[in-house]
């Protein structure tokens, strides 16, 4: 071991505490990359491999009905590489041991091997075309609700109780987020597809011959928007409901969703880190060097060059770095691990792991030292710019100026002490002001993470408490007349019922168009009410329609202004609306109209195609229960215990959430505190030494000492609130989709918590470093020359 | 000293004789190195008396810093028993001896220890300001002739006035007695002469008595006595029959 070597460690053994919260920064970073964008690339690797295998759709359309014989026209289309058509449809599952109402999404399937989108066997067999009354259920509903192969289960379809023989369970890349029809969260108890032989389920829907849904791949290099345009054109005479890609596809919409966030802050939470990283390294090598400016200046009267005193403090911050990425590596794998794990209990994948990419690995590494080298940069070139002679005279006395309170004519009203305190913050404002903007990191990273939870619960009381407040929403399997009202308020335990129609329809705006269904309802109505991002209640008009903001950006129309409206059903009329509101909703893309304007939007006969019920206390299992019987009825909802599963789901994740926040929060404030003080003390262990000797007391000289820090501290916290919020603002807006839109609001109680926990860390630290001016040779210290 | 009667350990200290105001007694200090004790006082008996002017002489590693730090409080004997009036520094705790600092001691060291962030009014305003009774800041400073220095940082001082400086700093709480260890050491000679001669000015006009630690033998002129230590040991303390004044000094 060279001398220098050796050197090397006893300096990072006598600075340990330093090195030791410089690394723990470290291993966060690392931590968060190799964990967050892990299982990004994890994920991303895993569905792109499952898309490719599985023969993912590109497009889909949902029709009326169409004759079989369409597909060879369908598949003719420019740019079309092959195409599946299926039989598809919602309808009544009865389980006994559930109180809910359960509904599943029927599909047909023709031949297992043939098809898009195919499926993929956990266990039992396929179904085949002629298979009379078997079944396919999708995993996460088989496993909720215990069903196994064998087993016979319930099934109302079009009025007609079935039983069915489970044969299979199988998972489909089209449904790796199942959510229920008009929900966002999964309830795998009371929702989930089932599979069927063509041949069977046809015959239960009229079906023969024909089919209600086709999914296309498309040819490399061909254009989407015009095969779509095609498509739509194509089915119009079969009751086409305008064609989709991927984007708008809801499993795949999701799971994009969920893996852009993982980037966003998969980037952003390891890049404040490495930030924090180089600006620690920076102010405690600085410091380094200038307690070692007679070493240095021996070492070069000794004959050791420039580049071997810059190694030496480069590799001295080398080591923190390695050290901190080990333990970062080890953590972040075991993390990445159980964020996987996580991810499996909402998406499905036919084997999704953790991977750890050797790519990503040395991305992580080159970045940490990149962050060495930065933070190492300024100390050493003070070291090297030391001219021998200079380096062995003692620094002189640190020139000091009257603070700003002083020029502004304060002074007489501050004491010698506070002066100090102040003049030492002014002396360095660039240290001042990077080390405030640290702790700010430490306050803002808790007002992200937990604004995530506020903005979502505000979301969700707002849409299931305020907006949608029925007990029971019913979808009808056909268009009943209005009066069907009457039928369900006859039916005993129903309070109230308020029929609806849902029209689905595309929305033109010059060349811009997007798709929505127009909810018709009337005015008298009350269980569901349209509100604003505010949680004002508006009125439905008696004219014109209402519409979400997501859709008025889109087709970039405001209120007053006149869209064109066509409807996808019927004889599919163009008509024109004027645009009387448009509403920042959460969930969804909507529209509301007046149920009678819509009935002459539309045109023909009026009718209605499901209806929300509200139900007398303790009813809603047995109303259900008769609902659901009902022939007309495709599936009953139940949005407020969605919202429960939800919000159990949430509070777990919230307790594992804010742990992993807290623990980040933390080594940041501890580590930027504790470092600001352990310099401080460093560079002033003589002054607060020679207070000692005029008789102040322990506790007046550490208040002296850590005054600075209180004071950085507390600028830093309302700092943070600010680009908390700023950076809740940006994430928000880059989470907006057709789904949801979660809003930026974050609770008092959030600044609270992440202000009193930065507090703590700051006490915390301070409280480390008091002990160690608690154990200071008064004497030795004024012995010895600066 | 009312408050520390009640909070030292042995009880009420017996007050000391008339004219004295440290009495050391059996005084000795042992430093424990690893291995190796280093003996740095060994059965001292000392006595400092009212407005004194004391020189203490010695070569390096005879003790004369020891023995001064115990005096102020920086420091605890091993053995023996160590009063300043009432108060007995060899059993006082921690916050005894902050208040006896903050009251009735001042320092003066090689290295002026001034606070590179305040002025030389706020250095010694940081003292006036926890004092009972103290001079002003301008006071202080004028009595070592820093009237037309007042707002200079430490930083725009020259060492000797650095050295003075701290000087005001230690007398402007108007201690009783002022303990200084080689505070000419770090300065040539002339600038020596002047903080040397503010010494004596504080002494003369203020009656504080002066314990004066220094090599040069020259400076023990200015004392009214002069106490002579080797190895730990006082080995010789004799009166001057005449006190110099600073004029009469010569090196
Ligand atoms: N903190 C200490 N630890 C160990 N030994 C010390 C310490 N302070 C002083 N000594 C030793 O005690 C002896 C007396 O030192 P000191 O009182 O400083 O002498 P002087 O001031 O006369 O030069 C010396 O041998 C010195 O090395
Ligand atoms: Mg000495």
């Not at chain 1, 015009?226 to 708008?248: I, N, T, W």
């Not at chain 1, 190694?311 to 996987?340: E, H, K, N, P, T």
Request: aromatic residues 8%; charged residues 20%.
């Amino acid at each position: 071991m060279t001398p220098l070597t050796k050197k090397m460690f006893r300096d990072l053994w006598h600075h340990r505490g330093q090195m030791i919260s410089i690394a723990a920064v470290v291993a966060t970073a690392i931590m968060t990359v190799l964990s967050m964008r892990g299982v990004y690339e994890s994920l991303v690797t895993s569905r792109d491999a499952y898309y490719e295998t599985s023969k993912f759709p590109d497009v889909w359309v949902q029709l009326e009905r169409a004759p079989e014989s369409l597909r060879k026209q369908i598949a003719e289309i420019p740019g079309v590489a092959s195409v599946d058509t299926r039989v598809s449809f919602l309808a009544t599952i009865n389980l006994d041991q559930i109180e809910k109402p359960a509904s599943g999404l029927f599909v047909s399937i023709d031949n297992p091997d043939a098809m898009l989108g195919r499926l993929h066997l956990r266990s039992g067999r396929f179904v085949r075309k002629w298979d009379r009354d078997k079944v396919m259920l999708s995993e996460k509903f088989a496993i909720t609700n215990s069903f196994e192969e064998g087993d016979s289960i319930e099934v109302v379809i079009n009025g007609q109780l079935r039983a069915m023989e489970v044969v299979g369970v199988a998972i489909s890349p089209e449904h790796m987020y199942i959510v229920p029809p008009g929900s966002f969260f999964p309830d795998n108890e009371a929702f989930g597809i089932v599979w069927m032989g063509r041949q069977t389920l046809s015959a239960l829907d009229n079906m023969e011959s024909a089919f209600s849904e086709a999914v296309l791949t498309l040819q490399a290099g061909a254009v989407e928007e015009q095969v779509k345009a095609d498509l739509d054109e194509l089915l119009k005479p079969y009751g086409g409901r305008g064609s989709y890609g991927r984007p708008m596809q809801i499993s795949h919409q999701y799971l994009e969703n969920e893996l852009k966030q993982n980037k966003t802050m998969g980037t952003a939470i390891p890049a404040v880190f490495l930030a924090v990283v180089a600006f620690l390294l920076n102010i405690v090598l600085r410091r380094l060097i200038s307690t070692q400016r007679q070493e240095i200046a021996v070492l070069k009267a000794f004959g050791y060059s420039n580049a071997d005193i810059g190694r030496f403090y480069f590799q001295f911050s080398l080591v923190a770095v390695l050290v901190g990425a080990l333990v970062g590596l080890f953590v972040g794998v075991w993390l990445g691990d159980v964020m996987i794990e996580m991810y499996k209990e909402f998406f499905v994948f036919p084997n999704l792991q953790y991977k750890l990419s050797g790519s990503l690995l040395f991305f992580a590494l080159l970045v940490s030292i990149l962050a060495a080298t930065v933070g190492a940069l300024g100390g050493v070139r003070n070291a090297v710019a030391l001219p021998p002679a200079e380096a062995m005279r003692p620094q002189a006395p640190a020139r000091f100026h009257p603070g700003i309170f002083e020029r502004m004519g304060l002074g007489t009203y501050l004491s010698a002490a506070t002066r100090m305190v102040l003049r030492n913050i002014e002396r360095r404002p660039m240290k001042s002001i990077l080390s405030a903007l640290g702790v700010s990191f430490s306050v803002a990273i808790l007002i992200i993470g937990l604004f995530m939870f506020d903005g979502v619960e505000y979301m969700m009381n707002l849409q299931f408490n305020v907006a949608q407040r029925e007990d029971i929403s019913i979808s009808f399997n056909r268009p009943l007349t209005p009066d069907v009202e009457l039928d369900i308020l006859r039916i005993p335990g129903v309070a109230v019922a308020e029929p609806f129609r849902m029209v689905p329809a595309r929305f033109h705006s010059g060349h811009l168009k997007k798709e929505a269904g127009i909810t018709g309802r009337s005015v008298a109505h009350e269980l569901q009410r349209i509100i604003t991002a505010d949680g004002d209640i508006i009125p439905l008009p008696l004219s014109g329609i209402v519409i979400s903001k997501f859709m008025a950006d889109h087709l970039q129309v405001r209120r007053g202004d006149r869209v064109s409206v066509e409807i996808l059903e019927g004889r599919r009329p163009w008509r024109e609306v004027e645009i009387v509101e448009v509403v920042e909703d959460f969930m969804g893309v909507s529209a509301y109209m007046e149920i009678g304007q819509l009935h002459r939007l539309v045109g023909g006969a009026r009718s209605v195609s499901g209806a929300n019920v509200k139900v007398a206390l303790g009813q809603q299992e047995k109303v259900s229960r008769t609902l659901s019987d009902l022939p007309a009825v495709a599936g009953v909802a139940s949005p407020r215990s969605t919202y429960e599963i939800f919000q159990k789901q949430m509070s777990e994740g919230l307790f594992i959430g804010i742990f992993f926040l807290i623990g980040f929060s933390s080594v940041i404030a501890v580590s930027v505190i504790y470092n600001g003080a352990r310099i401080s003390l460093s560079e002033r262990g003589r002054e607060l030494a020679s207070l000692r000797v005029l008789g102040f007391s322990k506790r007046e000289v550490a208040v002296l000492l850590f005054a600075e820090q209180g004071i950085i501290t507390f600028l830093a916290i309302p700092i943070g609130w600010y680009i908390g919020y700023l950076l809740s603002q940006a994430i928000a807006l880059s989470l907006i989709t057709e789904s949801y839109r979660i809003p930026l609001m974050i609770n008092f109680d959030t600044y609270v918590y992440a202000a009193g926990i930065t507090l703590i860390a700051a006490i915390g630290s301070s409280w480390l470093v008091r002990r160690r001016l608690d154990r200071y040779d008064l004497i030795s210290v004024l012995k010895t020359r600066d | 000293m009312r408050e520390s009667k009640h909070l030292s350990e042995e009880g009420i200290a017996e007050e000391l004789p008339e004219g004295q105001i440290f009495q050391a007694r059996h005084l000795s200090k042992v430093y424990q190195m690893g291995e190796v004790e280093v003996v740095a006082l060994r059965d001292v008996d000392f006595t400092l008396h009212k407005g004194e002017m004391l020189v203490l002489l010695g070569a390096s590693g005879s003790g004369k810093s020891t023995l001064l730090n115990i005096l102020g409080g920086l420091d605890t004997p091993t053995n023996g028993h160590v009063q300043y009036r009432d108060l007995v520094l060899s059993t006082a705790n921690e916050n005894e001896l902050t208040i006896y600092r903050r009251k009735h001691v001042g320092f003066v060291f090689q290295f002026y220890n001034l606070i590179p962030s305040l002025t030389a009014r706020e250095n010694v305003a940081l003292v006036t300001e926890i004092s009972d009774n103290p001079m002003t800041a301008e006071e202080a400073l004028e009595l070592v002739g820093l009237e037309d220095r007042l707002d200079h940082f430490p930083a725009q001082l020259s060492g000797g006035e650095q050295q003075r400086v701290a000087i005001a700093r230690a007398v402007a709480k108007r201690p009783n007695v002022l303990l200084c260890d080689e505070p000419t050491g770090a300065l040539d000679l002339e600038t020596g002469k002047i903080v040397l001669r503010a010494l004596d000015t504080v002494n003369r006009q203020l009656g504080t008595a002066v314990a004066l630690i220094t090599h040069n033998a020259a400076i023990s002129a200015l004392g009214d006595r002069v106490v002579q230590m080797s190895s730990g040991r006082i080995t010789e303390s004799t009166y001057n029959a005449h006190r110099a004044s600073m004029d009469e000094i010569v090196w």
